[in-house]
């Protein structure tokens, strides 16, 4: 699977309405913001108009509805907005509201999705963070919430719901991507139990409840201004709620959630655990003390920066680095590689693509250089301007020197060259990323 680019809106956009638990009438826009930002809500109604970032780590309250907060400044029901967003594939946005509360609109995400659609959507020169589930992950709440995560190569959720005393029991699963969000997933309007409804209101929530942003279940019977829009709403709204909830883990996700009776407390103990097995992977790779001015790395070396091996590793060591952005690294080539049984028989000649992959080795090492990099991957984009002017045999050593053109937060541009004998044999312009292993 190819990596995608981050993305973020192309311009802001607004809409209005009333808040649902605190009933305040809200203005709330949404803007772009640059690469690696994240979801960021500002509350522009306090005098510093502090920015709360839409993570984990800032989840203060799950009743009914998902609660940040930095401080004592607060957002609540932020899940809906966060929902769209992602699955729409917005990485980055600033959502600025004059109340601590964003609009309800009719209860679903559709409202967030036309003004995403308003605004429109906007590829970044930042490639995205997406965790690749590789082992179950499952949690399971006292009140029968069950959640699991599995690998997957899309981002799938299934869900099923089950009211009280088994009401109301439904079930629907689909991936998630712009297309199937906004058509099946979107429209799908928050709902209540009657009986959880007095409850509520003693708590002081849902102060801007109606039967037009809400669906009301009372015994088997629904209430509210329109039907039904799909027969199973009531499970597609909790898939809604899961995606916005999720996305508190802070990266795009690859893997199939299988839930039965998600709420927002285990939907955010979930995200909690996803951002744990991602740092759990991130701490298995030890930072490395790659030298800053003139040094050397022998192959051992060479071994705990690339995650490549045989028959795929193709620097032997690193001989010397000058200042912040040129490298020099050899490959001595023998008639043992494994290569040369088949290119060509009788006739043996490195394949011009190894030397290729050993000049996009040897860049990922000069980006992995940064401190901030340190323990990432490095993964090949495209090459340019590739040339191969003379063959390489068995016995030579190849003398590989690269130069970073140009170096942008995850994403690199270098030119290098193989040189045997005080002669070129091969050169390229390299784009590549470097992202957590």
């Known amino acids: 699977m190819s990596i995608p680019s981050q993305r973020t809106l192309a311009t802001s956009a607004s809409l209005e309405g009333t808040s649902l638990h605190t009933g305040?009438?809200?203005?709330l826009t949404m803007s772009p913001?640059?690469?690696?930002s994240g979801i960021l809500f500002r509350r522009i109604d306090l005098d510093d108009k502090p920015f709360i970032p839409a993570v984990v780590d800032n989840v203060q309250q799950v009743e009914r509805s998902t609660t940040i907060a930095v401080g004592s400044v607060k957002v609540h029901t932020v899940e809906h907005v966060i929902s769209a967003l992602t699955g729409m594939g917005v990485?980055?946005?600033?959502?600025?509201?004059n109340a601590n509360e964003p609009p309800i609109g009719d209860g679903s995400a559709l409202p967030y999705v036309e003004c995403i659609k308003e605004a429109g959507i906007k590829e970044q020169d930042e490639l995205c963070s997406v965790f690749e589930v590789r082992d179950p992950i499952h949690i399971e709440v006292g009140d029968g919430?069950?959640?699991?995560?599995?690998?997957?190569?899309?981002?799938?959720v299934s869900c099923t719901q089950v009211g009280p005393e088994g009401k109301m029991t439904q079930y629907f699963s689909t991936e998630i991507n712009p297309e199937t969000y906004e058509r099946e997933i979107a429209p799908a309007r928050t709902f209540v139990f009657y009986e959880d409804v007095e409850p509520l209101l003693e708590k002081g929530l849902i102060k801007g409840?109606?039967?037009e942003n809400a669906v009301v279940v009372r015994d088997n019977s629904i209430l509210s201004k329109e039907p039904l829009r799909f027969e199973n709403e009531f499970a597609r709204h909790k898939i809604l709620d899961v995606v916005g909830d999720l996305m508190l883990a802070g990266k795009r996700i690859m893997g199939h959630v299988i839930c039965v009776k998600p709420g927002h407390g285990p939907n955010t103990q979930l995200a909690r655990q996803l951002k744990k097995a991602f740092g759990e992977i991130?701490?298995?790779?030890?930072?490395?003390n790659i030298p800053t001015g003139e040094g050397a790395l022998d192959i051992n070396e060479v071994m705990q920066i690339l995650p490549h091996r045989y028959p795929f590793l193709l620097l032997d060591r690193i001989i010397k680095f000058e200042g912040d952005n040129k490298c020099t690294g050899i490959k001595s080539v023998t008639i043992n590689e494994p290569f040369f049984q088949g290119h060509f028989p009788g006739h043996p000649v490195m394949p011009g693509v190894l030397q290729l992959e050993a000049m996009a080795q040897l860049s990922s090492i000069m980006l992995l250089r940064k401190p901030e990099n340190q323990g990432k991957v490095g993964y090949f984009m495209s090459a340019d301007k590739v040339k191969f002017r003379k063959p390489v045999l068995p016995g030579d050593t190849i003398f590989l020197e690269g130069e970073a053109l140009k170096i942008k937060s995850s994403v690199g541009h270098a030119k290098c060259r193989c040189i045997v004998n005080d002669q070129v044999v091969s050169e390229a312009e390299l784009k590549f990323s470097l992202l957590s292993r």
């Open 24 to 27: 305040t009438k809200v203005t």
């Open 33 to 36: 913001a640059p690469p690696n």
């Open 91 to 97: 990485d980055n946005a600033i959502i600025e509201m």
């Open 145 to 156: 919430s069950l959640l699991t995560i599995v690998p997957d190569k899309t981002f799938r």
């Open 209 to 211: 409840g109606s039967l």
């Open 282 to 288: 991130i701490s298995m790779t030890p930072p490395v």
